[in-house]
Each structure stands twice: as structure tokens, then as C-alpha cells.
């Protein structure tokens, strides 16, 4: 046996020869038919394909802030592994697939061009990205099949005089277009009744002719067989196809160029010039190549990528695609398509749009559909995960809250300045990540949503955060330490802004310094409490806590004593313990009775059910408790002696231990934790205990 057949025999049992045939099947006119007879869908038009083939990953309802939301899961890229996510953008993307069904149950929208529009880096071409890597795996499924046919020539009618040469439709077009147009009608009832049965969107059509090379090839067999069109469809040959964009095949990408090198042949196909002589003709369509952006992209999508910035003459042909459904390739009759046309652009171009009078044409042509940033924190960090998450980055450290600090920045320079008085910009975007804060509402958030619009369509783009954050990775202290912290991404983040390229004026970049130094101080919050937690993380001693607090708040709802462990005799309830773990949690003197109360209603409510009320069971009295224990531990701690260069032996164990837990619960390693409790350290030492 050669040494090289365990590896062959590898690479043969992940090819599934079977596979491959079931996708390049090849069939006849009449054994076609039958599979439309069957499977009304397989004739779908391109709309209907990319809405069906959306929901073919499924959905979810949800209710944010009254509003009924959809999340559709094929946007968080489950073909791709979710590198291609798209994340806090429910509500546009809602927009779009509705504009995809409206088109696919052929209200109009159908003849329009979908237009993303918003700031730069706000995922307006990983969105066109998506669609397309969606239907290049979904024409691969059963459940999105789709067929166009090849004509097969004998030397009699082949053009040429090869025997049994094949000649692929240049569009990829529809098998059944080749039904003559006075039969579709009829044909198009029957499959569109069984269609729509089957949960089908709209009804099938087919509209337009084949095209011009098909149109003369079938025209030609007519004649040779006297009007016969079954003699006609026994050269056809029908064959599954797989949209493909590097095949060039239902997928077309239009990149716009300068403009002296810019010609529309690139979107309507060309002559070739070495086929004239055989043909005689320039006008003869077996002598063009039908190999424009618009020809290839039948039956799919075409993606324009800054469709804004072509030249005029390409937006003509826009237009005609775009209404009518048709493109006039140079020296042929307008020519029929199926494809949906996507676009996308950012503010400036767009505001030109508007401003040219000479472009109304195409603004009335044009469903435009806002893509913003995101403005909810929790949907910012994902997008940072993706590529600075745990899986991606091993071999170094990134300390906790680093990447969160980056997108608390990004997504407050996105948000507009709050009108309610007394809203902090922290406040509202907290509000927005669904925290509650007392005195505001889902109909209060809802309200500053609806007041503030344009949040979204300007500050910070995730490209300027995931280009900073990878600079800290590569800086010599991290390559040194192994590590890096939020201090070190926000330095990077305050010292780009001087040659941001986005940003010129000094006031922008005075109010972003700004609001750095706002995350700053909730950082400095955050990691406070963790280490408060740390300290107070002796389980056994919150426990303790707990069941003595809730014995004299058992005892003062009952108006009953309690008695004394140590001296046995029973005593008033320990109103200066309940009101120091109370006040941790802002409950104020007018409110402690209800507070009690709740408190021993909600233990009631969990015994009928026959559970255990614990310490950690309760959010609020949990986290009282928590700094209730800090307080009474942090003396005994001495956590300032950190910042003193003498630490007894007693104290560095506590703080080891301390240092252990904040490893253990909150994700830090040795050199993480130690910054962390150096910096709280110096914070108390100067006095600083705010939160």
C-alpha cells in the first residue's frame, strides 16, 4: 500500500460523490416539469427567494420598550460560525425584511432599489455580505433548488457544426420562461394555487422573454422543426444551479472605478469581437457576451457598493432595472431580469442625492433603510468579542471590563445629549442596555427613543474601537506583562482622536475627551464593587448576616422580641442592624416598613411553593448585604496599606485571599487583579469612597 493512502483515504470519506450529483442534476424539459408539479416553489422569483430563504433560519418575537420587535436569526450568521454577526440592529433589519416581503408578494416594492444607508462602519456591507453568503448556502439546500437549462445541439443545428455541443443560457434563466407565452397563463394558475397551499409567499409569475441568445436559439429550432416546440424542448437540457458568487453565477458585486475607466458594458455584458467573423454580425447575440454584472446576477442579487458614487450613466441603467426589470446590453432589445438590487451608502452622498435636482428619478426609485450604529451596550461588546474574545486572543491576558469600557465609550458618543433634567448620558445608556433606574419607565425609554431619531447616525465607529483595542495588544507593555487593562485601551482611544480622520473640529473631539473621563468614573465604580464584593465574599459570614437580619425583621413585622444568644434574655429587634444593611441599599427611614414587609411576603410566597428562601435569593438585599459585610471587613482588611510599601504578614493573607476570589468570580489573572486592587487601594486612601 503507498504511504499516501491513508491520507487519500481521508480526503475520500469527507467527499460525498452522492452529494455532488444530487446538486448537478441534469434532466429534461418533461422531467422538469414534473419536479415544478411537485415542488411549485423551485419557479420562485429572486424576491421571493432571498424572503424565504431568511426565514428559513427562524425567528424570534420579543417586546423591548413597546415595541414589538423580531429577531431573525439568519443575521447573526449562523452559516459563517457568526463572524459575520449582526448585532442591536433588530429594528432595521425588521425594516428590511419587511421591504423583502412586501416585494416578494409583488406589492410594488419588487421594482425598487433597497438602499442601506448610514455612517461608516455601521455593518451597511457585511448586511449585503450576508444576503449573499445566505443564498449561496440556501441554493444548496432542497428547500431552495433552483434550475436553468442548456441547449443541446447536434451538428444539424449547431451553429458551429459540432456534434452534441452544449450551450448554457448566459442568464441563468428560468426553464419555465421556455413555455410559449400563450400557455403561461393558464400553466402559472395551477402552480401558484398549489404554491400558495404550501405556505408560499405571493404567486408564481414569469414575466419578460428569454434572452437574446436564448430568444435566437429557440427561435431558429422552431424553424427548423416547422412550429414544433416539443421537437423544440427535446434540445434542452435542464440542470440544477448553485448561486455562486466566484462562479459568477445569480450573485453580481459592482465596485465603482474612476470615472475615465468606467463603462456600462460592465453591468450590461459586451461584444466579442472574435466572434463577429464567425457570425457575420455584431448584432448577432451568439457574437456577445452576456457577462455583465446585471447578466450574471439573474435570478439573484446585485450588490452596489457605494452605489451613490457611480456615475450617472450607470444610474440610468439603475432605473430601467430597477422599474421595468429590464437592461438594454448594446445592440439588443431591452432584456428581461430577476434579481434584487441592493445598495448601500453613507450620509454625505446621500445628502448630495438629495440636493440634485436632476436625480429625482432616481430618489423615486429608491427604499431607503437606515443601518445606525448600535446604541445598546450589551449588543456593542458582542461585536468586539468576535474578534478580541477569549477564543481569538490566547496568548494574552485582557483584564475584565476592557472591552466593555470601549463600547461604553463608543456607544455614549453615539447617543445625543439626554433633554430630561437630571438624565446623565451614563443614565440613558444604561436605560437603553435595559438597566432599571428608579423613576423611569419602558414608556419613559420609549419617549427618548422616539425624541432622539438620529442616535445612531453619528460618533464612534467600531472600526476606530477594534483598531485601538488591537494597537494596546501589539504596545510593548502588553507584550511585556501579558496583559492589558481598560486604562491602557482608553489611553489609545483619548490619544487617537488627535488624528482621527473623521473627526476635525475641537469641539467633537472635546466633548468624546469628555465623556472618556464619564466611563472613567463607572469604571472606577465597577471595579470598586468587585472588590467590595471580593472582600465581602465570605460565604459563611453573609449567611450569618442574613439570618440575623432577617430574625429582627421577622420579629419587628410580628411585633414580637428576640432573643439573645449570648445572654438568653429577649430584647427589642436591632434597628441600628436592619438600618445599616437597609441604607447600603438606599431604603429611606419612611420606607423601611414596607421594605420589611416585602421582604417577609416575598419568603412567604417562596415556602407555598415549597422553596427555600437564601441569601443570594433576593437581587437588593443580597447586594446590602454585600456591602454591609464590606464595611464592617474592610478595617480589618486594611486595604490602604496596599499603596504602603510595609505590609504585616497577616494583612498580605487577607489580601491574597482577596486577590484569589477576584481571580476565581470575576475573571482576572495575577497581574489583572493586582492592578485592580492596587488602584482601589489608592482610591480609598485619598478619601474617595463614593458608590
Wanted: aromatic share 8%; with cysteine.
Amino acid at each position: 500500500m503507498p504511504e499516501s493512502q491513508p491520507l487519500i483515504d481521508l480526503i475520500n470519506a469527507r467527499v460525498d460523490q452522492q452529494r455532488f450529483q444530487h446538486l448537478h442534476w441534469e434532466g429534461t424539459f418533461w422531467q422538469y416539469l414534473d419536479i415544478v408539479a411537485e415542488r411549485p416553489a423551485v419557479a420562485r422569483n429572486a424576491y421571493q427567494r432571498v424572503y424565504d430563504m431568511i426565514l428559513s433560519f427562524g425567528s424570534e418575537r420579543y417586546r423591548a420598550f413597546k415595541r414589538d420587535l423580531i429577531r431573525y436569526h439568519f443575521f447573526s450568521d449562523p452559516i459563517g460560525g457568526h463572524r459575520d454577526a449582526v448585532y442591536g440592529l433588530d429594528r432595521q433589519l425588521m425594516q428590511l425584511v419587511d421591504v423583502l416581503r412586501s416585494a416578494a408578494e409583488g406589492y410594488g416594492t419588487d421594482r425598487r432599489i433597497f438602499l442601506l444607508h448610514g455612517p461608516v462602519g455601521s455593518s451597511k456591507s457585511t448586511i449585503a455580505r450576508l444576503l449573499k453568503k445566505g443564498l449561496e448556502h440556501y441554493t444548496r439546500q432542497d428547500a431552495g433548488a433552483l434550475y436553468s437549462f442548456s441547449w443541446k445541439l447536434d451538428a444539424a443545428a449547431s451553429p458551429q457544426g459540432e456534434p452534441d455541443h452544449i450551450y448554457p443560457c448566459p442568464m441563468h434563466e428560468e426553464p419555465l420562461m421556455l413555455v410559449p407565452r400563450e400557455a403561461r397563463a393558464d400553466l402559472l394558475d395551477q402552480l401558484s394555487q398549489k404554491y400558495r397551499a404550501a405556505g408560499g409567499t405571493g404567486t408564481l409569475q414569469l414575466e419578460g422573454e428569454l434572452c437574446p441568445f436564448c430568444r435566437k436559439v429557440s427561435g431558429d429550432l422552431m424553424q427548423h422543426y416547422g412550429g414544433d416546440w416539443r421537437k423544440m424542448l427535446e434540445h434542452v437540457v435542464v440542470r440544477r444551479i448553485m448561486l455562486s458568487e466566484k462562479d459568477r453565477i445569480g450573485i453580481g458585486t459592482f465596485q465603482p472605478k474612476d470615472e475615465k475607466n468606467q463603462d456600462s458594458t460592465e453591468l450590461t455584458g459586451d461584444i466579442n469581437y472574435r466572434k463577429i467573423a464567425l457570425y457575420g454580425s455584431d448584432s448577432d447575440p451568439r457574437a456577445f457576451n452576456f457577462d455583465g454584472e446585471f447578466n450574471v446576477a439573474n435570478r439573484g442579487v446585485i450588490e452596489f457598493i457605494e452605489v451613490l458614487k457611480l456615475d450617472v450613466a450607470f444610474l440610468y441603467d439603475l432605473l430601467g432595472a430597477s422599474q421595468e426589470h429590464l437592461i438594454k446590453p448594446k445592440k439588443f432589445a431591452q432584456t428581461y431580469i430577476d434579481e434584487v438590487i441592493l445598495g448601500h451608502t453613507n450620509e454625505p452622498e446621500y445628502k448630495k442625492l438629495q440636493n440634485n435636482e436632476l436625480m429625482e428619478a432616481f430618489r423615486d426609485r429608491t427604499i431607503k433603510v437606515d443601518i445606525p450604529y448600535n446604541i445598546r451596550l450589551d449588543d456593542e461588546i458582542k461585536i468586539y468579542q468576535k474578534d478580541f474574545g477569549p477564543h481569538r486572543i490566547k496568548h494574552i491576558h485582557i483584564a475584565p471590563h476592557t472591552i466593555e469600557v470601549a463600547a461604553m465609550w463608543a456607544v455614549l458618543t453615539r447617543l445625543e445629549t439626554p433633554r430630561k433634567a437630571g438624565l446623565t448620558p451614563m443614565q440613558k445608556m444604561k436605560l437603553y442596555n435595559g438597566k432599571a433606574i428608579p423613576g423611569y419607565t419602558e414608556d419613559s425609554v420609549h419617549e427618548l427613543m422616539e425624541e432622539a431619531n438620529r442616535e445612531g447616525m453619528v460618533g464612534i465607529s467600531p472600526r476606530y474601537i477594534q483598531d485601538k483595542i488591537s494597537n494596546t495588544l501589539v504596545c510593548q507593555q502588553a507584550l511585556h506583562e501579558k496583559t492589558i487593562n481598560p486604562f491602557m485601551v482608553m489611553n489609545a482611544l483619548e490619544s487617537g482622536l488627535d488624528n482621527h480622520s473623521l473627526i476635525t473640529d475641537e469641539e467633537t473631539k472635546k466633548k468624546f475627551r469628555e465623556l472618556l473621563a464619564v466611563v472613567k468614573d463607572e469604571y472606577e465604580d465597577i471595579i470598586k464593587s468587585e472588590v467590595q464584593r471580593a472582600i465581602s465574599a465570605d460565604e459563611e459570614a453573609i449567611k450569618r448576616l442574613c439570618a440575623n437580619y432577617l430574625e429582627n425583621v421577622r420579629a419587628y413585622t410580628q411585633r414580637e422580641r428576640v432573643k439573645n444568644k449570648y445572654t438568653g434574655r429577649d430584647e427589642e429587634p436591632d434597628e441600628r442592624l436592619m438600618r445599616s444593611i437597609e441604607e447600603k441599599i438606599e431604603i429611606p427611614e419612611s420606607r423601611k416598613d414596607d421594605f420589611r414587609q416585602e421582604i417577609m411576603n416575598y419568603i412567604g410566597a417562596l415556602s407555598l411553593d415549597n422553596k427555600k428562601f437564601e441569601y443570594n435569593t433576593n437581587a437588593r438585599l443580597y447586594k446590602a448585604l454585600e456591602l454591609k459585610l464590606f464595611e464592617d471587613q474592610r478595617d480589618t482588611i486594611k486595604l490602604k496599606n496596599l499603596v504602603s510599601s510595609v505590609v504585616d504578614d497577616e494583612t498580605q493573607a487577607k489580601i491574597d485571599v482577596v486577590k484569589q476570589r477576584m481571580i476565581k468570580n470575576f475573571g482576572y489573572n495575577e497581574q489583572s487583579a493586582t492592578d485592580v486592587l492596587n488602584y482601589v487601594a489608592s482610591i480609598f486612601a485619598r478619601g474617595d469612597t463614593k458608590g
